[in-house]
């Protein structure tokens, strides 16, 4: 592994949507972004605050974690449930699989933690509601300490 661009997010995002665009969700049927969305009934996942190193060894190769979040704004709960819900199950399914990858050997995966259930954080006065679903994810990375 070389230190080059950090790519675990667009990794993840990428991963996702190559699943989506193959038919693979029964309630995923439009891409996630990387973003917080101000439209309606887009999946989004952005970084959350607080990664940090776990553990690291004497060759220079250190454990992060990398926290994020997936949001959706909707005025359809069932469905904003339905999304996320399957999500979490995709994400914990790569702890099985590994096929998260580097394309610039920034790191390699290790495992992935659905660190919260999919839960309501915001509804606004037209009934509109934001779902989130906390995740973090473990990868390796050499010369990080």
């Known amino acids: 592994m070389k230190n080059s661009k950090f790519d675990l997010q667009t990794a993840l995002v990428n991963l996702i949507n190559k699943y989506e665009k193959e038919g693979f969700f029964e309630y ?41 979040v997936a949001t959706i704004k909707t005025k359809n709960r069932a469905d904003a449930y339905n ?14 699989t590994k096929e998260l990858a580097s394309q610039t050997d920034s790191f390699k ?25 906390d995740v973090a994810v ?3 990375r050499n010369g990080e300490f």
Not at 86 to 92: I, P
């Open 28 to 68: 995923i049927k439009k891409p996630i972004f990387i973003q917080f969305l101000d439209k309606d009934d887009q999946l989004g996942l952005v970084a959350s605050p607080g990664a940090h190193i776990t553990d690291a060894d004497f060759s220079g190769v250190a454990k992060w974690v990398y926290n994020y």
């Open 83 to 96: 999304q996320l819900n399957e999500l979490s199950e995709f994400l914990q399914r790569l702890n099985k």
């Open 109 to 133: 995966f290790d495992s992935i933690s659905v660190s919260s259930d999919v839960h309501e954080i915001q509804e606004d006065l037209q009934g509109t509601v934001t779902y989130q679903l």
């Open 138 to 140: 473990f990868v390796y």
